[in-house]
Protein backbone atom coordinates (compact mmCIF):
# COMPACT_ATOMS: atom_id res chain seq x y z
CA UNK A 1 0.00 0.00 0.00
CA UNK A 2 1.48 3.40 -0.61
CA UNK A 3 -0.09 6.93 -0.46
CA UNK A 4 2.18 8.34 -2.98
CA UNK A 5 1.03 11.72 -4.78
CA UNK A 6 1.99 9.73 -7.94
CA UNK A 7 -0.23 6.65 -6.82
CA UNK A 8 -3.17 7.60 -5.06
CA UNK A 9 -6.34 8.00 -7.20
CA UNK A 10 -7.72 11.24 -5.95
CA UNK A 11 -10.65 13.04 -7.63
CA UNK A 12 -9.50 15.50 -9.60
CA UNK A 13 -11.01 18.71 -8.08
CA UNK A 14 -9.90 17.48 -4.82
CA UNK A 15 -5.97 16.95 -6.61
CA UNK A 16 -6.44 20.33 -7.55
CA UNK A 17 -6.79 21.60 -3.82
CA UNK A 18 -4.42 18.92 -1.78
CA UNK A 19 -1.66 17.92 -4.07
CA UNK A 20 0.13 20.35 -2.84
CA UNK A 21 -0.07 18.48 0.48
CA UNK A 22 1.55 15.03 -0.68
CA UNK A 23 4.51 17.19 -0.73
CA UNK A 24 5.11 18.05 2.43
CA UNK A 25 7.58 16.42 5.18
CA UNK A 26 4.43 15.75 7.04
CA UNK A 27 2.86 13.10 4.33
CA UNK A 28 6.71 11.65 3.74
CA UNK A 29 6.42 11.09 7.30
CA UNK A 30 2.92 9.42 7.45
CA UNK A 31 3.82 7.71 4.22
CA UNK A 32 7.12 5.81 5.69
CA UNK A 33 5.14 5.33 8.72
CA UNK A 34 2.37 3.28 6.89
CA UNK A 35 4.91 1.69 5.11
CA UNK A 36 6.46 0.03 7.92
CA UNK A 37 3.01 -1.03 9.50
CA UNK A 38 2.73 -3.30 6.42
CA UNK A 39 5.96 -4.53 6.44
CA UNK A 40 5.43 -5.18 9.97
CA UNK A 41 2.50 -7.64 9.01
CA UNK A 42 0.20 -5.35 10.85
CA UNK A 43 -2.98 -5.37 9.11
CA UNK A 44 -4.28 -1.64 8.40
CA UNK A 45 -7.63 -0.33 7.85
CA UNK A 46 -9.14 0.52 4.84
CA UNK A 47 -7.72 -0.96 2.23
CA UNK A 48 -5.26 1.60 -0.01
CA UNK A 49 -7.84 1.76 -2.56
CA UNK A 50 -10.41 3.34 -0.31
CA UNK A 51 -7.74 5.09 2.31
CA UNK A 52 -9.44 8.65 0.29
CA UNK A 53 -12.98 6.95 -0.70
CA UNK A 54 -14.70 10.24 1.28
CA UNK A 55 -12.89 12.78 -1.63
CA UNK A 56 -13.62 10.32 -4.23
CA UNK A 57 -17.24 10.01 -3.81
CA UNK A 58 -17.77 13.65 -2.82
CA UNK A 59 -15.60 16.09 -5.66
CA UNK A 60 -14.67 19.06 -4.19
CA UNK A 61 -17.02 20.96 -6.00
CA UNK A 62 -19.95 19.13 -4.63
CA UNK A 63 -19.51 18.86 -0.96
CA UNK A 64 -22.53 20.71 0.81
CA UNK A 65 -22.62 18.78 4.01
CA UNK A 66 -19.81 17.77 6.29
CA UNK A 67 -19.67 15.65 8.74
CA UNK A 68 -16.53 14.73 10.87
CA UNK A 69 -15.74 11.63 12.62
CA UNK A 70 -12.48 10.30 14.11
CA UNK A 71 -10.91 7.27 12.98
CA UNK A 72 -12.14 4.37 10.57
CA UNK A 73 -13.44 1.06 12.08
CA UNK A 74 -10.86 -0.85 13.13
CA UNK A 75 -13.08 -4.74 13.01
CA UNK A 76 -12.82 -6.68 9.70
CA UNK A 77 -14.52 -5.66 6.21
CA UNK A 78 -15.97 -2.06 8.06
CA UNK A 79 -13.82 0.82 7.14
CA UNK A 80 -14.04 1.72 3.65
CA UNK A 81 -12.90 5.06 4.23
CA UNK A 82 -16.51 7.26 4.72
CA UNK A 83 -16.92 8.42 8.43
CA UNK A 84 -19.99 6.48 10.20
CA UNK A 85 -20.38 3.90 6.86
CA UNK A 86 -19.43 0.33 6.95
CA UNK A 87 -19.96 -2.31 3.93
CA UNK A 88 -23.05 -3.58 2.86
CA UNK A 89 -23.99 -6.95 4.90
CA UNK A 90 -21.81 -5.80 7.81
CA UNK A 91 -23.93 -5.32 11.12
CA UNK A 92 -24.88 -1.58 11.75
CA UNK A 93 -22.56 -0.68 14.41
CA UNK A 94 -24.18 1.29 17.40
CA UNK A 95 -23.40 4.98 16.78
CA UNK A 96 -24.55 4.40 13.53
CA UNK A 97 -27.90 2.90 14.51
CA UNK A 98 -28.60 5.84 16.75
CA UNK A 99 -27.66 7.86 13.50
CA UNK A 100 -30.63 6.38 11.80
CA UNK A 101 -32.84 6.61 15.49
CA UNK A 102 -32.30 10.43 15.09
CA UNK A 103 -33.35 10.29 11.45
CA UNK A 104 -36.23 8.34 11.90
CA UNK A 105 -37.48 10.86 15.05
CA UNK A 106 -36.46 13.90 12.52
CA UNK A 107 -37.79 13.23 9.51
CA UNK A 108 -39.31 9.83 9.77
CA UNK A 109 -36.79 7.82 7.49
CA UNK A 110 -36.99 4.16 8.63
CA UNK A 111 -33.83 2.81 10.02
CA UNK A 112 -31.75 1.39 6.65
CA UNK A 113 -30.79 -2.55 6.71
CA UNK A 114 -27.33 -1.68 6.17
CA UNK A 115 -24.94 1.12 6.93
CA UNK A 116 -23.48 1.17 3.67
CA UNK A 117 -23.69 5.80 3.52
CA UNK A 118 -22.47 5.85 -0.11
CA UNK A 119 -25.81 7.59 -1.66
CA UNK A 120 -24.79 10.48 1.31
CA UNK A 121 -21.34 10.62 0.06
CA UNK A 122 -22.90 10.48 -3.92
CA UNK A 123 -25.23 13.73 -3.03
CA UNK A 124 -22.55 16.01 -1.36
CA UNK A 125 -22.02 14.66 2.25
CA UNK A 126 -18.68 13.96 2.90
CA UNK A 127 -18.35 11.47 5.11
CA UNK A 128 -14.58 12.74 6.50
CA UNK A 129 -12.53 11.12 9.69
CA UNK A 130 -9.93 12.94 11.32
CA UNK A 131 -7.19 9.77 10.83
CA UNK A 132 -7.89 7.72 7.72
CA UNK A 133 -6.64 4.76 8.51
CA UNK A 134 -6.20 2.47 11.68
CA UNK A 135 -4.78 -0.97 13.04
CA UNK A 136 -6.92 -3.68 13.27
CA UNK A 137 -8.42 -4.15 16.40
CA UNK A 138 -6.80 -0.80 17.75
CA UNK A 139 -9.12 2.11 17.51
CA UNK A 140 -6.50 5.40 17.54
CA UNK A 141 -3.60 4.34 16.55
CA UNK A 142 -2.83 6.31 13.84
CA UNK A 143 -3.36 9.30 15.71
CA UNK A 144 -0.17 11.59 15.77
CA UNK A 145 1.38 10.59 12.52
CA UNK A 146 0.30 13.42 10.52
CA UNK A 147 -3.59 12.73 8.92
CA UNK A 148 -4.63 15.22 11.49
CA UNK A 149 -2.16 17.73 9.71
CA UNK A 150 -4.33 16.75 6.51
CA UNK A 151 -7.51 16.79 7.37
CA UNK A 152 -7.05 19.98 9.13
CA UNK A 153 -5.73 21.32 5.84
CA UNK A 154 -9.08 19.80 4.37
CA UNK A 155 -11.37 21.90 6.55
CA UNK A 156 -9.20 24.93 6.29
CA UNK A 157 -9.93 24.79 2.29
CA UNK A 158 -13.69 23.99 2.83
CA UNK A 159 -14.11 27.31 5.21
CA UNK A 160 -12.12 29.22 2.97
CA UNK A 161 -12.59 28.57 -0.42
CA UNK A 162 -16.55 27.56 0.01
CA UNK A 163 -19.74 29.05 1.24
CA UNK A 164 -23.26 27.99 2.67
CA UNK A 165 -21.48 24.35 3.63
CA UNK A 166 -23.26 22.61 6.47
CA UNK A 167 -21.06 21.19 8.83
CA UNK A 168 -22.41 18.55 11.53
CA UNK A 169 -20.18 18.23 14.02
CA UNK A 170 -21.18 15.39 16.90
CA UNK A 171 -19.30 14.87 19.53
CA UNK A 172 -15.98 17.11 21.19
CA UNK A 173 -13.49 15.54 19.05
CA UNK A 174 -15.11 16.87 15.99
CA UNK A 175 -16.31 20.26 17.34
CA UNK A 176 -12.83 20.92 18.04
CA UNK A 177 -11.50 20.05 14.73
CA UNK A 178 -13.57 22.19 13.29
CA UNK A 179 -13.28 25.14 15.67
CA UNK A 180 -12.18 27.61 13.03
CA UNK A 181 -14.93 27.42 10.86
CA UNK A 182 -16.61 30.99 9.93
CA UNK A 183 -20.11 30.00 11.38
CA UNK A 184 -20.79 33.51 8.86
CA UNK A 185 -20.52 31.77 6.09
CA UNK A 186 -21.43 28.21 6.95
CA UNK A 187 -23.94 26.34 9.26
CA UNK A 188 -22.34 25.10 12.08
CA UNK A 189 -24.34 22.36 14.14
CA UNK A 190 -23.09 20.56 17.14
CA UNK A 191 -24.20 17.60 19.36
CA UNK A 192 -22.54 14.86 21.42
CA UNK A 193 -21.64 12.01 19.76
CA UNK A 194 -24.43 9.25 18.71
CA UNK A 195 -22.28 6.56 20.70
CA UNK A 196 -24.36 5.27 23.02
CA UNK A 197 -22.35 6.12 26.07
CA UNK A 198 -23.35 10.08 24.92
CA UNK A 199 -26.59 10.11 22.53
CA UNK A 200 -28.65 10.58 25.48
CA UNK A 201 -26.95 13.78 26.20
CA UNK A 202 -28.68 15.71 23.21
CA UNK A 203 -27.68 13.91 20.00
CA UNK A 204 -31.06 12.33 20.15
CA UNK A 205 -33.53 15.37 19.67
CA UNK A 206 -30.89 17.73 17.62
CA UNK A 207 -32.96 17.38 14.62
CA UNK A 208 -30.32 18.31 12.49
CA UNK A 209 -30.91 16.43 9.07
CA UNK A 210 -33.86 18.36 8.84
CA UNK A 211 -31.93 21.91 10.03
CA UNK A 212 -29.53 21.05 7.51
CA UNK A 213 -31.68 20.66 4.62
CA UNK A 214 -33.73 23.95 5.90
CA UNK A 215 -30.40 25.81 5.54
CA UNK A 216 -30.10 24.16 2.14
CA UNK A 217 -33.29 25.06 0.65
CA UNK A 218 -32.81 28.71 2.23
CA UNK A 219 -29.73 29.10 0.20
CA UNK A 220 -31.31 27.48 -3.25
CA UNK A 221 -29.22 24.60 -2.90
CA UNK A 222 -30.60 21.09 -3.54
CA UNK A 223 -30.98 19.16 -0.04
CA UNK A 224 -29.94 16.14 1.01
CA UNK A 225 -32.23 13.14 0.51
CA UNK A 226 -31.41 11.08 3.77
CA UNK A 227 -32.93 8.05 3.18
CA UNK A 228 -30.90 5.10 2.10
Same mark, same amino acid.
Given at each position: ????????????????????????????????????????????? &? *?????? @?? $? +??????????? !????????????????????? &? *?????? @?? $? +??????????? !????????????????????????????????????????????????????????????????????????????????????????????????????????????????????????
Amino acid at each position: MSICEYQIKLEQSWKEVLLDEFKKDYMKSLRQFLVNEIKSKKTIY &P *QGTEIF @SA $F +NHTPFNLVKVV !IMGQDPYHGPEQAHGLSFSVK &P *QIPIPP @SL $F +NIYKELYSDLG !IPPANHGYLISWAQQGVLLLNATLTVQKHKAGSHFGYGWEIFTDKVVEILNQRKEKLVFLLWGTPAQKKCAQVDSKKHLVLKAPHPSPLSAFRGFFGCKHFSQANDYLRKQGIETIDWRL
